[in-house]
């Protein structure tokens, strides 16, 4: 399988990263166009094959990643629209906001199949959370491809369209949710008394632990919680304290308003 990804900034790079380390394809299947040539370079010298030619990165490609901010997303599908007018080519576009009814019109009548897809930057790391919709008519094989290829990632949700902005802030918005929670919690354990670094390798640690938990045991956050919240305990002021100062409603207003 022949991919290629266009646009490698923060999101493309990161899926281009996830490609390399997940083991399934050689370098040399792999493509990136960008006119960057940090971003080029920076991937040339992993073996894979760059260009500035998004033309040309999606003639040589079965799977067309395009994976630029929304607002580019027209221009770049309009110009590459000949060369993915292929039932055999597969079209995988990842940018919040953009609607399947409009890329259906930017690609005209000879549209691929295509996906919407929104992985997270974990994505580098095979630990992506990504929401898949499928948006032709004979997808079953060809999602069953895609979802494989994001599945050595990380996990995959395959859903519906209008799920879509949920599944972006929960999960993609979410990344950087988490990190302001481990940088807040990082500052308070400097008040405590810890060094920073050691702070932060300890936040990581039990979020890390926190995560491994729910996963080994199946339990509900909740259940969890009632194992360490000893009644009278350090646990639960701190959380009725949290609780005070409004967190759990905070972050479901946040995440409501990334959904917006």
Same mark, same amino acid.
């Given at each position: 399988?022949?991919?290629? &990804? ?14 390399? %380390?997940?083991? @399934? ?24 094959? &760059?260009?500035?030619?998004? !033309? ?8 067309? +990643?395009?994976? *630029?901010? #929304? ?8 110009? $590459? ?15 919040? @906001? ?5 890329? @259906? ?7 691929? #199949? +295509?996906?919407?897809? $929104? #992985? ?10 990504? +929401?898949?919709? #499928? ?10 491809? !895609? ?7 990380? %996990?995959? $949700? ?18 950087? /949710?988490?990190?302001? /929670? ?11 008394? +810890? ?7 300890? *936040? ?6 926190? *995560? ?21 305990? *350090? ?17 479901? @207003? ?7």
């Amino acid at each position: 399988m022949k991919i290629s &990804v266009i646009g490698a900034g923060a999101m493309g790079g990161a899926i281009v990263e996830g490609l390399l %380390k997940c083991g @399934r394809f050689s370098n040399d299947d792999i493509t990136v166009a960008d006119p960057s040539t940090r971003v080029t370079d920076k991937f040339a010298k992993a073996g894979v094959s &760059v260009t500035a030619d998004n !033309v040309l990165a999606a003639e040589s490609a079965d799977v067309v +990643f395009v994976v *630029v901010k #929304p607002w580019l997303v027209q221009g770049v599908i309009e110009n $590459i629209s000949t060369a993915i007018a292929s039932t055999q080519k597969i079209l995988v576009v990842v940018a919040a @906001r953009t609607s399947s009814e409009n890329i @259906r019109q930017w690609a005209g009548p000879d549209c691929p #199949p +295509f996906f919407l897809a $929104i #992985p997270n930057i974990a994505i580098a790391q095979l630990q992506s959370m990504t +929401f898949l919709v #499928p948006c032709v008519a004979k997808a079953s094989q060809q999602t069953e491809q !895609v979802a494989a290829l994001f599945e050595a990632m990380g %996990k995959v $949700i395959i859903t519906d369209e209008k799920h879509l902005a949920a599944g972006t802030t929960l999960a993609s918005c979410g990344i950087a /949710y988490a990190m302001r /929670y481990i940088r807040a919690a990082a500052e308070g354990g400097v008040e405590l008394g +810890f060094r920073a670094d050691d702070a932060k390798d300890i *936040v990581m640690q039990t979020m890390k632990g926190a *995560v491994m938990l729910l996963e080994e045991s199946g339990m509900h956050p909740e259940q969890a919680i009632d194992l360490v919240a000893t009644p009278g305990g *350090v646990t639960i002021k701190g959380l009725n304290e949290m609780e005070h100062a409004g967190f759990t409603s905070a972050v479901i @207003r946040g995440l409501k308003a990334g959904a917006k």
